[in-house]
């Protein structure tokens, strides 16, 4: 890069006192070398240095970086041309970068051009830069390797005017044939199954489906990360001297355009564990080290779960405050037995305690809401383990993009403070739009929530104080609704949760025989009572409006037509250990629903209800790709102290997407005398679903559905049990999960089974 030159002041003798005349500068030419593509004014405007101003040499210097930023630039250099003592011209030296007048593509048969385009950033009339002009080439044999053309070849050349200043760019394309992998072998692998070896890796050969998940093709970057998943496997067996040469590696082609790959595998010995020794422990014995461990003498070598060993080591001394510790483990091969010894080389540190809490980045979180989620406070011992449990309890606040709890060094010997830094999240959304489902048809919506809400904060719109808010207003074609919630979950200082809402909710699918509307409220506490325990206690009223009753429905129905209150205190034990949400793979939540209705707590129904509902997730061959999941769920409902008998809006359906998804909405059923659904006060239902990743995020799942509804309380027989079948699909779409099911009835009565049913649903089944 050319720059502003280095020079020293004329009188040497100068006295200290007296201060130089400041140099100037006269007039500013711009040279162009070369041709002159790019028009004077843009150099100019470039520049802060002005004719008659002051010389100033870091000015010169921004100038010239200034010029080079624009990319427009090949060489810049700035040279004086002295007219006096004291000033100078300037003459600008730039050398312009040729500027691209073209784009060819030579040799592309099977893809148009207007394709290639979309897949390079060089563009005609833009400065012709080599570098991007090298990732273009790059980005477009991806491309071709993408689709199936695992032979091509893409160079470049670049066509120069040096008396327009303009070039060509011509990509030099060899496609060569369209190839899709019809078989991987694997030569050597005497104790490890091919089909075990396929299965690690991302290179598949071609199936039917190969053209929606985009395998079946070779690609070069993918084979080579494969071939290090296939070693990491082999060593996670044991076998550390296991070598998969990439030269080894065998492509052939067959005359139905067809890959053949052929992978020769050296599998080694397999290795196991010998004698387990500790060196450099003085504060624990080598016994109690040792229970720590999970990896025993006589198990397979398995590097990654010994890492695990030397974190556990490491945790087992942070939970004592020795934040330093650090722990090496030494492999030892043993001739005698073959074996592999360890030695955990330990080097102990000193005990520590918390000084003070240190909290960073929480522009908008108050700074006691990151305070109340942690375990470890000023003068505890610094346990490592309760401060990863702070930093999870943070994290699953959602209120933070990042978060990051580490020690921080202090000047008092023996003391840590514990350092929090954040980066805020987005907590609050407003979300509108329109759905469609088999349920509740098209439906128009728009909800505002906050979930780091704050309702005495004006000045900060209402954020930072960890509330939770929401209003959601949805309309549509068979319901609408409107639903105002608010939740403190710290209430009166403790952690103890504090919440109500209030709602009204119009349906007409719940009975093509009468139109419900509920109104009511609902305040309820909730706290964690122990481990992944919480318990929830809650006092509803609602009253539930029968209106539009049709003249063809039963006595059952048109009895209850006008306004029912039910006022109810209820109660629910919870336990989730779910991985997520959504898309859940492992984990599971059990919960148990409890209430009582009417009495002294007023209104029409008198009644109580104790309900389960259970699942279990199953990662299926320890991957989170196929997942099986099973759910149970069972209630009973009955009147109680002599009341009427438990209308039918409050009893047990099953039938719809979340339970018997072979049968429409609310069909399985106890029928009146004119066979119409009125449901019952037990009722059972199972549900087993296998999934599995097709393309992120689409899943492909098969089910099998069963239940039934008894219509008095407490029979469980499932002599009038329904059944069904079915395949689905599981997509997101903006952030929320939508369920696409084709359930087919197996068992049911005629009246259940009305032909197989489409659901189309967003949320989960919990």
Avoid at 2 to 11: C, T
Avoid at 566 to 575: C, D, E, F, T
Wanted: proline residues 3%; glycine residues 8%.
């Amino acid at each position: 890069m050319g720059g502003a030159q280095v020079w020293a002041q004329e009188h040497a003798g100068q006295q200290p006192q007296q201060q130089a005349p400041a140099y100037r500068v006269g007039t500013i030419a711009v040279k162009f070398v070369g041709t002159a593509v790019v028009n004077e004014q843009v150099v100019r405007a470039n520049m802060q240095v002005r004719e008659g101003g002051d010389l100033d040499d870091s000015m010169i210097d921004r100038d010239i970086r200034s010029l080079y930023k624009t990319g427009l630039f090949e060489f810049i250099e700035v040279k004086r041309e002295a007219v006096n003592d004291r000033v100078f011209n300037l003459v600008v030296e730039v050398t312009p970068k040729y500027r691209v007048l073209a784009i060819r593509f030579d040799g592309n048969h099977r893809v148009k051009t207007s394709r290639l385009e979309k897949e390079i950033k060089t563009k005609p009339n833009t400065s012709l830069d080599e570098r991007q002009v090298k990732d273009d080439t790059e980005k477009l044999r991806e491309y071709y390797q993408k689709n199936g053309y695992n032979q091509i070849s893409v160079s470049y050349a670049i066509e120069r005017d040096r008396t327009t200043g303009f070039g060509t760019v011509v990509f030099k394309i060899k496609e060569g044939n369209k190839v899709r992998i019809g078989e991987i072998r694997f030569k050597g692998n005497k104790q490890v199954k091919s089909k075990r070896l396929i299965g690690e890796m991302e290179t598949k050969k071609w199936w039917m489906l190969s053209w929606l998940t985009g395998s079946g093709f070779f690609k070069d970057d993918q084979f080579d990360d494969d071939l290090d998943k296939l070693r990491d496997y082999y060593r996670e067996l044991g076998y550390l001297d296991v070598e998969i040469p990439p030269e080894k590696v065998i492509f052939s082609y067959s005359t139905t355009k067809k890959l053949t790959i052929t992978i020769t595998v050296a599998e080694g010995r397999q290795y196991h564990i010998g004698e387990i020794t500790f060196a450099g422990n003085k504060l624990h014995p080598t016994a109690l080290l040792k229970r720590v461990l999970r990896q025993r003498s006589g198990m397979l070598f398995k590097p990654s779960k010994l890492d695990k060993d030397v974190d556990r080591l490491e945790e087992f001394y942070g939970r004592d405050g020795h934040l330093d510790t650090r722990v090496r483990l030494v492999r030892k091969p043993n001739v005698t037995t073959g074996n592999i010894d360890i030695e955990y080389e330990v080097t102990e540190s000193e005990k520590f305690n918390v000084e003070s809490i240190v909290i960073e980045g929480n522009t908008k979180t108050k700074s006691t809401v990151i305070l109340r989620e942690l375990v470890l406070g000023p003068g505890d011992v610094f346990d490592t383990v309760r401060m990863k449990i702070s930093k999870m309890r943070l994290e699953n606040t959602r209120f933070f993009d990042d978060v990051s709890v580490t020690p921080q060094e202090t000047n008092i010997p023996g003391r840590r403070n514990m350092r929090i830094a954040v980066k805020e999240g987005r907590t609050g959304n407003l979300t509108f739009g329109a759905g469609y489902s088999s349920l509740e048809r098209a439906t128009v919506f728009a909800e505002v929530s906050q979930s780091n809400f704050d309702i005495f904060n004006r000045r900060s719109l209402y954020q930072g104080d960890g509330q939770k808010f929401r209003l959601r207003l949805s309309l549509g074609s068979l319901s609408s609704e409107v639903t105002l919630s608010f939740e403190e979950p710290w209430a009166f200082q403790r952690q103890l949760a504090l919440g109500g809402q209030v709602s009204r909710t119009m349906s007409d699918y719940n009975s093509a025989y009468y139109q419900e509307v509920d109104t009511g409220f609902e305040i309820y506490l909730r706290k964690r009572l122990f481990e992944f325990v919480e318990g929830r206690l809650a006092y509803g009223y609602t009253v539930i409006s029968i209106n539009n009753v049709s003249p063809q429905a039963s006595s059952i129905i048109s009895s209850l037509q006008g306004n029912n209150s039910i006022s109810k205190v209820s109660l629910q034990l919870l336990r989730d250990t779910r991985d997520k949400i959504i898309n859940t793979s492992t984990g599971n939540r059990v919960e148990l629903n409890t209430s009582v209705a009417g009495g002294p707590l007023g209104g029409h129904d008198q009644n109580y209800s104790i309900e389960f509902r259970g699942a279990q997730y199953f990662p299926i061959f320890e991957t989170q790709a196929q997942v099986l999941a099973l759910l149970a769920r069972g209630g009973v409902i009955q009147n109680w102290g002599g009341g009427a008998d438990v209308p039918y809006y409050s009893k047990f359906y099953l039938g719809g997407p979340t339970s018997l998804r072979g049968f429409e909405f609310r069909n399985v059923s106890p029928r009146d005398v004119l066979d119409q659904p009125i449901g019952g006060k037990t009722y059972a239902f199972f549900s087993a679903e296998y999934s599995a990743d097709i393309v992120s995020p689409i899943r492909f799942a098969i089910f099998y559905d069963a239940g039934f509804v008894n219509k008095g309380a407490y029979d469980f027989s499932p002599a009038r049990y329904a059944d069904n079948f079915g395949i689905g699909l599981r997509l997101s779409v903006m952030g929320s999960p939508l369920s696409l099911d084709f359930g087919i009835p197996l068992t049911g009565t005629k009246s259940e089974k009305t032909g197989n049913q489409f659901n189309f649903s967003f949320g989960t089944r919990y």
